[in-house]
Every structure is written in structure tokens, then in C-alpha cells.
């Protein structure tokens, strides 16, 4: 089992959609999560970091469930400037910070 | 504020040269990173820093070296490029302890023929 896994996608959505995405992790001592954005051959910068509580960001909904060992992504009507690769994030105990291969995202008017 | 820089951007490299790529961060960060990302297989953890004068090895550490002899610098070596090592590379850093952004460079696009 991958340490982190993601749903590669590609997720095809008209604007103004809803869309999810998940995340799977294998080692429970994880203790920081946190949800990159990746456009086309840029780096990837940090869209939000995930609490235990959940949190939210304008459209974007990040959640967390330790038990099952996932993350989620809510992105709520999708904008064409959306399209990109998401990136789960795992920072395990000490220093490794583990990526997923990420999923894409498409959004078409 | 520069944030963090690798250098060169570009590189093409015949098999067997040797090249170094420089990554500099004006963060005072403690921890500075070195990844691949190939297509389909996402960013992956080559070597990795804690601290001036310490490196470890990561997910896929085979035919790199690393120095970090001063804070913001971190050295990634290709000591005998392969064309398995055709990649884009990114260096990362992020302040000591856990939950920290990370921040990446630009990347770096390398090539070899």
C-alpha cells in the first residue's frame, strides 16, 4: 500500500460544480496534513493546511478523519481558473513530507 | 524576498557528466528538501536536511548526492547522469517542527541524452 494515495482523476466538471476529492494515508503516526495546488509545470504551492476540526476556505472545504486515515477536498462551484492538480500532502513524525501522485482537475464553461 | 531559487532552471547533460544544482532559501529554514516529479508518479523524496551539516536520504536517493554546508544552501550532485534521472527537480524548505508550509522553488528541468 502506497504511503499516500489519491485518486488520479483527471475529474472533468462544468463551472459551477461541487467536487471531491480523497486522500488515503498508511501511517497513523502522521501528524500535519495539507492540500498543494500544482499548475502545469509550475511548482506546487499551498492551497490550505487540514485540521482535525475541518476547515474552511472561501469554496474550499478540507476535512479530516484520523480513524479512517483520509483527507478531503471540497471545492464548491468550480471556476475555470480551478483546473490543476491537487496534491494531498502527508507530514509524518519527524521531518518526511510524503506527497500523493495528485489528482487533476479540468473545469470547462 | 526571494524565497527560494534553484539554479539553473534548464539543463541538458550527456550521459556520464556530472552537474550540481544549487538551491538557495533567504528563509532561515531549518529544513530543506530535494524532489523528482516524473509523470504519473507524483513528487517524489530524493534527499532531505534538518540542519547546516546533516542530510538524509529519502524515497529514491540512488546516483544523488546532497550538501548543506551553509543554512539557506542545499547541493544536489549528479555525480554520472543516467537518462533515468530526466526530470524536473524541486527543492523545498520549511521552518523547523511540524504543520509549516512548505515552500518550493521553481523547479528545475534536467535532461539527459
Known amino acids: 500500500r502506497k504511503e499516500v494515495e489519491q485518486d488520479p482523476g483527471p475529474f472533468n466538471v462544468p463551472e459551477g460544480a461541487t467536487v471531491a476529492f480523497n486522500c488515503t494515508y498508511s501511517?497513523?503516526?502522521?501528524?500535519?496534513f495539507f492540500w498543494y495546488r500544482q499548475d502545469c509545470r509550475k511548482e506546487p504551492k499551498l492551497l490550505m493546511s487540514?485540521?482535525?476540526s475541518g476547515n474552511e476556505d472561501g469554496r474550499f472545504t478540507a476535512q479530516l478523519n484520523r480513524a479512517s486515515q483520509y483527507i478531503s477536498l471540497l471545492i464548491r462551484d468550480s471556476k475555470l481558473s480551478d483546473s490543476a492538480t491537487y496534491l494531498c500532502?502527508?507530514?509524518?513524525?519527524?521531518?518526511?513530507?510524503?506527497f500523493g501522485k495528485g489528482t487533476t482537475l479540468s473545469v470547462s464553461s | 524576498n526571494a524565497g527560494v531559487t534553484q539554479t539553473p532552471k534548464f539543463r541538458v547533460l550527456k550521459t556520464g557528466q556530472s552537474m550540481t544544482l544549487l538551491c538557495a532559501q533567504d528563509?532561515?529554514?531549518?529544513?530543506m528538501y530535494w524532489y523528482r516529479q516524473d509523470p504519473g508518479m507524483g513528487l517524489r523524496l530524493i534527499h532531505y536536511?534538518?540542519?547546516?551539516?546533516?542530510?538524509a536520504k529519502g524515497e529514491v536517493p540512488d546516483g544523488y548526492n546532497v550538501s548543506r554546508l551553509k543554512k539557506q544552501n542545499f547541493l544536489l550532485g549528479l555525480e554520472s547522469a543516467a537518462p533515468s534521472q530526466t526530470s524536473v527537480y524541486f527543492c523545498?524548505?520549511?521552518?523547523?517542527?511540524?504543520?509549516?508550509?512548505?515552500?518550493f522553488g521553481e523547479g528545475s528541468w534536467l535532461t539527459v541524452v
Open positions: 523545498a524548505s520549511t521552518r523547523q517542527g511540524t504543520g509549516n508550509t512548505i515552500y
Open positions: 501511517n497513523s503516526a502522521s501528524q500535519s
Open positions: 487540514v485540521y482535525s
Open positions: 500532502v502527508v507530514n509524518q513524525a519527524g521531518t518526511a513530507l510524503i
Open positions: 528563509m532561515n529554514h531549518e529544513y
Open positions: 536536511s534538518v540542519g547546516e551539516g546533516t542530510t
